[in-house]
């Protein structure tokens, strides 16, 4: 008779896969609230204590850490010495384990939960069983997650070693996204910001048609400890899946509309706002994002941070919009953007944009970037006028603005804008000047009319930006400075008319 080791911490379905053993005439051996959960359905279960010979102790934190245990677990079945020295402690095989752990993630995940209470749910017994069955897959089934409960009674028959690997895989692998769980909690309370190892684990979402092209393969991972602001989080109501670059623009759009507290709409277009409008309803920060570029908004994603209303879903319906995500939607607002089948409708809890994760990672080839999320705190008392000209309040307000929206703008950024609207967006220029221009071009071509100011996310190196700004209607333009040439562009501004600050802050976004 071959056995078998449960201890499970979730038991769902466990009862079932344990009477699916005891006819594959498996022994069953268990721990204290697994044995009673078995012993109740009527499952033949032996003890632990009866195998190790020493009770459960110190508030079951030993309990299987025993030699009748491990030997059991990692003796190899073809090596005569291994065979004998088992034979010798008479120390019977393990041929099956089944244990999940303590619920570590879910602890930490409660309010209020102590320092003391989330350790007493680090796991200890259940990580070195799976560990040295999964070590000893050639041998032994090791099962951790109650998806493969059917599959593994119905490959008991086979003895398949390769599915003995799959299982040990994995097995692995959940070991190591709990430990990295634990890392990063204890790294947390010990103040560790940058550790020598970096561990992060992330839960599988879902499969991707594509990647960013359709012959690249890709999949949406969510962090393990999610965050409940992100569009990993967030609630699909409507149309298809989301694809690889949907969700690289939904990020970047809810990024936007969380920097404002009033009623505001993002159209976000290949990573970069095309227009963002602030109103004092929805409709009207709808219409002035709109406004702002009606032409790249086809096709964009469209991110509010109000409930959506009947009057401006009849807006959006009326445009090809690959996603709109709110935090609600008014049942007949939801009814009418519903009519267009393929639409992703989303709702995110806005409410908990201040609780975003503080730092974000990039991957490169052979290495991940780690760095603090830019934020934005109100820096209009860390302005400083070098300009003859002081901006005036509503010109100060409009840079303000435009700074909270050249942040998210690619590197070279320019962003002219009023005090509640986008006017054009110049990204991604090789040179600044670029950026000056096509932010500039759009502003006009869309029949604005000066004046209104421009928002730099690096400073100026030279003054050319300057004047070309102050030709086209540019009355202030704010700036982080600190450019060897700053005073050419100062001089620029006092020759032109034009007021400038600097905020001595950069805003790079490559």
């Given amino acids: 008779m071959k056995r078998a080791l449960i201890s499970v911490s979730d038991k769902t379905g466990i009862v079932a896969f344990a009477q699916g053993l ?10 204290g609230g697994t044995f009673s959960a078995l ?46 020295a088992l034979a010798e402690h008479e120390i019977t095989p393990i041929d099956l384990v089944c244990v999940n752990l303590y619920p570590f993630k879910e602890t ?9 209470q989330a350790i007493e749910q680090i796991d200890i017994g259940g990580p070195s069983m799976l560990r040295s069955a999964a070590k000893n897959f050639k041998s032994v089934y090791v099962v951790v997650d109650q998806a493969d409960y059917d599959e593994t009674l119905a490959q008991l028959q086979q003895d398949d070693v390769t599915y003995r690997r799959h299982l040990a895989a994995k097995a692995f692998r959940h070991t190591a996204a709990y430990d990295s769980l634990i890392a990063g909690y204890l790294s947390d309370a010990d103040a560790v910001e940058f ?22 393969k890709a999949a949406f991972y969510q962090s393990a400890l999610p965050s409940a602001f992100s569009i990993a989080s967030a609630h699909q109501l409507h149309g298809k899946e ?34 963002v409008g602030l109103g004092t309803t929805i409709y009207d920060a709808w219409q002035k994002a709109f406004a702002a570029d009606s032409v790249s908004i086809f096709g964009g994603i469209i991110a509010l941070n109000r409930e959506v209303d009947v009057q401006t879903a009849n807006a959006l319906h009326e445009l090809f919009l690959e996603i709109v995500i709110a935090p609600s939607f008014a049942p007949e607002a939801l009814a009418i953007l519903e009519k267009k089948k393929n639409i992703r409708l989303m709702t995110l809890d806005f409410e908990q944009a201040a609780k975003a994760d503080r730092f974000e990672t990039v991957s490169v080839l052979g290495g991940l970037l780690v760095q603090e999320r830019d934020r934005l705190t ?93 030709e086209h209607g540019i009355t ?8 060897i040439k700053d005073q050419d562009s100062i001089d620029m501004a006092n020759q032109k008319g034009v007021s400038m600050v600097f905020t001595n802050r950069r805003h790079f976004k490559h």
């Fill in 378 to 470: 109100d820096q209009a008392s860390e302005l400083k006028t070098v300009t003859t000209k002081a901006p005036t309040e509503d010109e100060k307000e409009a840079l303000l603005f435009a700074q909270r929206v050249v942040k998210h703008v690619k590197s070279n950024a320019i962003v002219v804008a009023t005090k509640d609207q986008t006017l054009g967006v110049g990204a991604g220029q090789m040179n600044r000047v670029g950026s000056v221009k096509i932010a500039l071009e759009q502003a006009l071509a869309n029949g604005m009319q000066a004046p209104f100011v421009l928002a730099s996310d690096a400073f100026f190196p030279m003054d050319d930006s300057v004047a070309y700004a102050a």
């Fill in 476 to 483: 202030a333009i704010i700036q982080p400075g600190g450019s």
């Fill in 195 to 216: 550790p020598e190892k970096l561990s992060l684990t992330y839960d599988f979402k879902q499969a991707l048609r594509y990647g960013e092209n359709a012959h690249q």
């Fill in 242 to 275: 989301l694809s690889y670059n949907n969700i690289k623009d939904a990020d970047a759009a809810i990024k936007v509309a969380a920097e404002f507290s009033e009623p505001c709409v993002v159209a976000m277009k290949h990573m970069n706002p095309c227009g």
């Fill in 39 to 84: 012993e109740k359905a009527g499952v033949p279960v032996t003890p632990i204590d009866e195998v190790t010979h020493f009770p459960e102790m110190l508030d079951g934190r030993v309990k299987t850490l025993h030699p009748n245990i491990h030997g059991g677990l990692l003796a190899k079945r073809d090596e005569p010495t291994h065979m004998a």
């Fill in 22 to 31: 005891v006819a594959a005439d498996f022994e069953i051996i268990s721990t």
């Fill in 108 to 116: 930490i995940q409660k309010p209020e939960i102590t320092q003391a």
